[in-house]
């Protein structure tokens, strides 16, 4: 079973710049989710999709993001314009139910730099 | 606010020597505590999880110590490997909840 694939690995852009991040989750996962890791800090949620709807976006930081899931499949996330408080390591996640009995599982994350 | 606290931060021991990662947590709602380990490069994978009804649960050489009175939960590694070397990560969550609350992470070097 392929695993949660995320793309870019790396990606280093300029203040004000857009970047957008990209996730496949594993296949028949209905529910995807966005973390975040700032270095050295918690890793912290950004938002959780269950199919093509917005389940929960609590942790999305402001406006400057923008996540999508069209036809429940990959997921985009969106920064623009970037600001240099906006690197770290993206991490998302994927489960086939509730998550508490099924867990998470992580894709290997983008670690975006602004420079 | 931070809602999940790990310590320490970083760790070095002996090959054969026993780890402990501790964390601790605010809210007496949460009722799932997973740990997971991260090698470089890679994502976070799920290695060993406990619900607040237990106080210890075991998975080969990986323990968890619970103590719900004092909202504190602990990571213990039996007879540790140098491939034990990763970051590991606490979290909390509400089982109905699909938000997990992480902890900062813990370095491990585990030295041959």
């Known amino acids: 079973e392929a695993g949660v694939t995320q793309f870019p690995s790396h990606s280093v852009i300029e203040k004000g710049q857009t970047v957008t991040l990209r996730c496949d989750p594993i296949?028949?996962?209905?529910?995807l989710y966005w973390y975040r890791r700032v270095m050295g800090k918690e890793i912290k949620f950004l938002l959780h999709?269950?199919?093509?709807?917005?389940?929960?976006e609590s942790g999305m930081p402001n406006n400057r993001f923008l996540a999508e899931r069209t036809g429940g499949t990959y997921s985009t996330l969106k920064v623009q314009p970037a600001e240099l408080e906006d690197s770290g390591v993206y991490f998302c996640?994927?489960?086939?139910?509730?998550?508490?009995?099924?867990?998470?599982?992580f894709g290997s994350g983008t670690r975006l730099t602004v420079v | 606010q931070q809602q999940v606290k790990q310590s320490p931060q970083s760790l070095i021991v002996q090959k054969g020597g026993i780890p402990i990662i501790n964390c601790a947590y605010e809210?007496?709602?949460?009722?799932?505590f997973p740990w997971y380990q991260q090698f470089p490069g890679k994502g976070p994978a799920l290695l060993i999880a406990?619900?607040?009804?237990?106080s210890e649960k075991k998975e080969g050489r990986f323990t968890i110590s619970f103590n719900k009175s004092a909202k504190q939960f602990s990571l213990h590694i039996m007879d540790s490997q140098p491939g034990d070397s990763a970051t590991y990560f606490c979290?909390?969550?509400?089982?109905?909840?699909?938000?997990?609350?992480f902890g900062s992470g813990t370095k491990l070097n585990v030295k041959p």
């Open positions: 296949s028949g996962h209905d529910n």
């Open positions: 999709f269950v199919k093509e709807s917005k389940q929960d």
């Open positions: 809210n007496t709602a949460f009722d799932y």
């Open positions: 996640a994927s489960s086939q139910g509730d998550s508490g009995n099924y867990g998470y599982t």
């Open positions: 979290a909390a969550s509400k089982v109905d909840f699909n938000k997990f609350y």
């Open positions: 406990i619900r607040p009804d237990v």
